[in-house]
């Protein structure tokens, strides 16, 4: 009795640690905010009037366009590495197609660093006339993205049962057929949970974006760290700006998150 209560009270302690290792840096970035410049001065100030002109500041800076365009960044290059992956991973789950070596190949562009791979992509964005559009960003998320999407799906494929995909082929379905309405349904937690994490890597990439795009059609990462000025941090409306990015990754996780749990709350694979 004494060793479950002991370990209770120790379980209960870890995740109320947890919860605060997650708040209250939030809770910091929420009151810093809505304090004026004067107030930002004392962190430890918690009775302060507070004020919109952080929130007022970071919304004409330029920050809606810089979020839209790194939105459609990130749609764009998840969307093109579900294409691409999700039947990539398929064959490589099921088939073994490339073997060890193309297995290698993927693992190559995470272990590379992007200081390796953004001239290539700069010289492209010069042949292909989008240097300074976020069209020249789209190539250059996909070569990390793609790989991290394939590697997360490879897992969630091999662990569908062959024999579903047969009984569906001996039930007339078509090979396609079958991983459409067999396959998929039971991979879509995989799917979802790489969609996320596909589109995070991508929405605070900075380092392709201060290369690729560095003038007036910079994303999210360059307009925030923007507010760094000659003159200081300007804290309150970098505080108001941070907020305001991470409202579609939690809008994002939200709905991929009831997706995982509906699928991961299935009775196992079954057809």
């Known amino acids: 009795m004494v060793e479950q209560r002991f370990s209770r009270i120790l379980r209960s302690t870890w995740i109320a640690a947890g919860i605060l290792t997650?708040?209250?840096?939030?809770?910091?970035i929420v009151i810093a905010s809505l304090k004026s410049p004067a107030d930002l001065t004392d962190a430890t100030k918690i009775a302060f009037t507070p004020t919109g002109e952080n929130w007022a500041n970071?919304?004409?800076?330029?920050?809606?366009?810089?979020?839209?365009?790194?939105?459609?960044?990130?749609?764009?290059?998840?969307?093109?590495?579900?294409?691409?992956?999700?039947?990539?991973?398929?064959?490589l789950a099921r088939y073994g197609v490339g073997g060890t070596p193309l297995g290698f190949v993927l693992l190559m562009a995470q272990v590379l660093p992007p200081a390796v791979l953004v001239f290539p992509f700069l010289r492209l964005s010069h042949l292909l006339k989008t240097n300074g559009t976020i069209a020249a960003l789209i190539p250059a998320h996909i070569s990390f993205v793609l790989p991290v999407v394939v590697w997360l799906l490879i897992g969630f494929f091999a662990s569908v049962p062959v024999s579903i995909e047969e009984q569906a082929r001996i039930d007339g379905k078509s090979r396609l057929g079958a991983f459409w309405s067999v396959v998929i349904p039971?991979?879509?937690?995989?799917i979802g949970a790489a969609c996320v994490f596909g589109f995070s890597l991508s929405w605070n990439d900075m380092f392709y974006s201060l290369i690729l795009v560095p003038g007036s059609a910079q994303t999210l990462p360059l307009t925030i760290a923007g507010f760094n000025t000659f003159r200081g941090i300007e804290l309150g409306t970098m505080s108001a700006a941070i907020l305001?990015?991470?409202?579609?990754m939690l809008i994002a996780t939200f709905f991929i998150q009831k997706h995982l749990v509906q699928g991961l709350?299935?009775?196992?694979?079954?057809?």
Do not use: T
């Open 186 to 190: 039971h991979v879509r937690p995989g």
């Open 22 to 28: 997650i708040v209250l840096p939030m809770m910091w």
């Open 265 to 271: 709350g299935g009775n196992g694979v079954k057809y």
């Open 58 to 91: 970071a919304l004409a800076s330029g920050l809606p366009a810089a979020l839209l365009r790194s939105l459609i960044v990130g749609v764009v290059v998840v969307a093109v590495s579900l294409v691409v992956g999700v039947p990539g991973a398929y064959a």
């Open 244 to 248: 305001l990015a991470s409202i579609p």
